[in-house]
Every structure is written in structure tokens, then in C-alpha cells.
């Protein structure tokens, strides 16, 4: 299942320096030795206080899936928590439509959960003595929605999920995934502007989880909604993620996409977490892929061997910039020493194509040839070229990234 990155709108929800101290006097000397850049640890130690967010900025805008990362006691749980209040903040401002959510108490609060966003959490919290449609609907049934108008909000965010024939079920019958299914489908059922999971395939087996990655990508490339989805695994945060916040001890290491975060870690400890990423399911044509510099139908050979440039090959464009052929640099080099200057005799056809938005572990076996790819845009138009040796180079790279955190670090 490949994510389509649709055009995001308008930011949505920010936070801006927030801090969250868990103890009895969280705005005393923990906060003024936070502030001070005094770590997690000795912080605790010094006034018995935890730190769960340290100066946390960032946004996220309409349509965007923003996954927050980090392994155990990162902050990631604490941060989304800020959003629907579900924590208090020590100090910061978090906005949600331009709303300040955490001035909201009461009725206010209450009615900004329920019309703005919908939960799904790590473990299911079904009524166990409620069927699947019941359950799907609670939300609605706690709007005091009419029971018609909510079965039928149920079965359209049921078809969603693929379980609309499960309607009357016990719950109790369902797999684990079947049942965080419904819970997917009751977030969905009122239609929140927002989305927050937390930690939503974590308790589920990892055949299971990838399904539901996919299901909830497939949804998401239909309703486009706003979704702040927390993990604490990287392959998971790559995979779904349009950009990624990369979390340790209650600050924000690193934000960027799947791409950024993989082929460029602002920090050892990010290099660290990448090296156990299968690179190619995340980068893409349009990170190794070259200029092309192709030449056009009715060019000589002398001229297409000009501008191989003691490369492959090169590709044939129209006046249009699509590519119609591909001249390899023997097959050139060879007609010429034979006093050749028909370009045409030399052109193949049967050359690979692209996009630049395919991983590269879907170019492994078109690299196979040993001939160029050519990267194409949406009007099939040449924009780039990629060599079997760019893939290897740029896999090669991204592997021995956290040498050079180390030698910076360590030496």
C-alpha cells in the first residue's frame, strides 16, 4: 500500500514552547532548572518531579498524518495528551484551530472533544455487552444523536473499516484486529476534524498491524483527514508518516519526513534508529535519481556520444521531453569506430521506467539490467535518470551515516 501525499491545507494544531512537570509544584525549581537545560534525569533526582515535555514546538497542518516517535518515556504520549487536554501543561500555548485548547474547561472542553476529534487508543475499549454497532456509534449515542440517524453514521464508518456484514456481532467475536477495527470506526463515526492514535496497532501481531496500516492509509487517501499518530516504531512512523517528530526525553530531537529523517538524521541518536530501517521501502527515485541531460530525436551519434560524458547511456527525447529510446554508451562508442553517424540505428527501446515518487526496493529488479531508468513526470515527460550504481551508492551512504555521529561524538 503506498501513501498518496496529497497537497496539505491550512495548520491545524501547534505547540508552542509547551512543558509538562509531573509532581505536586510543577511550576517551581523543576521548571527553573528545565528551563536552565538541566536534564530528565537529574531534574527527577534533585525535586522528585518528571519531565514529560521539554520546550515542545511543532504544527501540523489539514489532511497531514504527523507521527510522533520515540521509544518509553519520550514525551510522545504526554505531547498528544495536550491536545484534547487529557494533560494539563505547565507552561506553552497549544492551538487547535486557532483555539487555545487549554484555556477550555467544563462544558467548553467537553464540546471541543467531541465535535473537533475522535481517539483511538492501544488497547480496544469496546463494551463488551454492546455489539459492533452499538459500540461504533457510543460516541454519537453521548451527543444524544437520534438512534436512526446514528446506526446509519455507524455503518458508513463500518463500510469504512470493511466490517459493515459484522454489524450485529458480539464483540467478543471478533479478532484483535476485527476489534481495532471498530475502534477505528467509532472514532470515525462522528467525522472528527482531527484524529489522534496513540499507540492504535501497538498490542496487535505484525501481519495484523501492516494490514491495519494499510486500511488506515486507504481511508486516509479518501477522507484526508488531520491525524497525530503516536509509536514507537520507526518502521511504522516511516511508513505512514508524511513527516515525522522524533521525540527523547520530553524534547523534540528531529522533524521531516520519511525521507529527511532517513537520509539526512540531525543527531547520533536518530542515526541510530535508522540503521535498522529497510532504506528501501523508504527512500525514493527522486533522492539518487541524476540530471538526465538526454539529447533529442534527430541529433548525430557524434552528438550523443558527446553527452554520455562517461556515463551508461543516454536517453532519446521528442520535442515534447518523453522519452522514445535509450543509446548505451558501448552501442555508440562501437558505430563510431565504424564510421557510423546514424543515431537511429543505435537507439533500444526497451528501456525502464519511473516515477519520482517509487521506493527503490520496487527498482530492484529494473537495476537488474544494468541500464539507466528513466524518471518520469505525470505527463510522461523525462526528468531524471537513475544508474543501478546511484541505488547502491545512496544505500551504501544512508548504512554509515552514525559513522560520523561517532567520530564526532566519541573522538
Known amino acids: ?14 505547540l508552542e514552547h ?35 515535555l521539554h520546550d515542545v514546538n511543532f504544527s501540523v497542518r489539514q489532511g497531514e498524518i504527523f507521527v510522533v ?29 486557532g483555539i487555545d485548547v487549554q484555556s477550555l474547561n467544563g462544558p467548553s472542553l467537553q464540546a471541543f472533544r467531541r465535535e473537533k476529534m475522535g481517539m483511538v487508543f492501544q488497547h ?3 463494551f463488551p455487552h454492546r455489539n459492533v454497532i452499538d459500540n461504533t456509534g457510543y460516541g454519537l449515542k453521548v451527543q444524544k444523536v437520534p438512534k436512526a440517524d446514528r446506526d446509519r453514521a455507524a455503518m458508513r464508518a463500518l463500510s469504512l473499516v470493511g466490517l459493515e456484514s459484522y454489524a450485529t456481532n458480539a464483540v467478543d467475536e471478533l479478532s484483535g484486529g476485527m476489534q481495532q477495527r471498530i475502534g477505528l470506526a467509532r472514532a470515525l463515526a462522528s467525522d472528527p476534524d482531527i484524529l489522534l492514535m496513540d499507540e492504535a496497532f501497538s498490542a496487535l501481531d505484525p501481519l495484523i498491524r501492516r494490514q ?26 516511516l511508513r505512514i508518516g508524511d513527516r515525522v517528530c522524533i521525540m527523547k526525553d520530553g524534547a523534540v530531537v528531529q522533524i521531516g519526513t520519511p525521507e529527511e529523517i532517513l537520509t539526512r538524521p540531525a543527531t547520533g541518536y536518530v542515526a541510530e534508529f535508522v540503521q535498522d530501517v529497510d532504506q528501501g521501502r523508504v ?39 518523453r522519452p522514445t529510446g535509450l543509446i548505451l554508451a558501448a552501442d555508440g562508442i562501437r558505430a563510431a569506430a565504424d564510421g557510423s553517424t546514424d543515431l537511429e540505428g543505435c537507439i533500444r527501446t526497451d528501456f525502464e ?57 566519541f573522538m
Do not use: C
Open 1 to 14: 500500500m503506498t501513501r498518496e501525499r496529497a497537497p496539505l491545507g491550512d495548520e491545524v494544531v501547534r
Open 18 to 52: 509547551v512543558y509538562k512537570i509531573f509532581g505536586p509544584r510543577p511550576r517551581g525549581r523543576a521548571f527553573e532548572l528545565v528551563k536552565a537545560g538541566v536534564g530528565k534525569k537529574e531534574v527527577q533526582a534533585q525535586t522528585g518531579h518528571v519531565v514529560g
Open 69 to 97: 516517535m520515540g521509544l518509553s518515556g519520550s514525551g510522545k504520549s504526554t505531547a498528544i495528551r495536550t491536545v484534547n487536554k487529557l494533560h494539563d501543561i505547565t507552561h506553552g500555548h497549544v492551538w487547535v484551530d
Open 124 to 126: 480496544f475499549a469496546l
Open 212 to 237: 491495519m496500516q494499510d486500511e488506515m492509509m486507504e481511508i486516509q487517501n479518501e477522507l484526508q483527514k488531520t491525524i497525530l499518530f503516536i509509536t514507537h516504531d520507526l518502521n511504522e512512523a
Open 283 to 321: 527512500i525514493q527515485a527522486h533522492e539518487v535519481m541524476t540530471q538526465a541531460s538526454p539529447v533529442t530525436v534527430g541529433s548525430s551519434l557524434q552528438d550523443a556520444v558527446n553527452v554520455m560524458h562517461g556515463r551508461t547511456g543516454a536517453f532519446v527525447v521528442d520535442a515534447d521531453g
Open 353 to 409: 521506467t519511473t516515477t519520482s515518487a517509487t521506493t527503490l526496493n520496487n527498482l530492484y529488479r529494473e537495476s537488474g539490467t544494468g541500464q539507466p531508468i528513466a524518471v518520469l513526470d505525470d505527463a510522461g515527460a523525462l526528468v531524471g535518470r537513475i544508474d543501478p550504481g546511484d541505488i547502491l551508492k545512496e544505500m551504501g551512504r544512508v548504512e554509515h551515516l552514525i559513522d560520523g555521529f561517532e567520530r564526532e561524538v
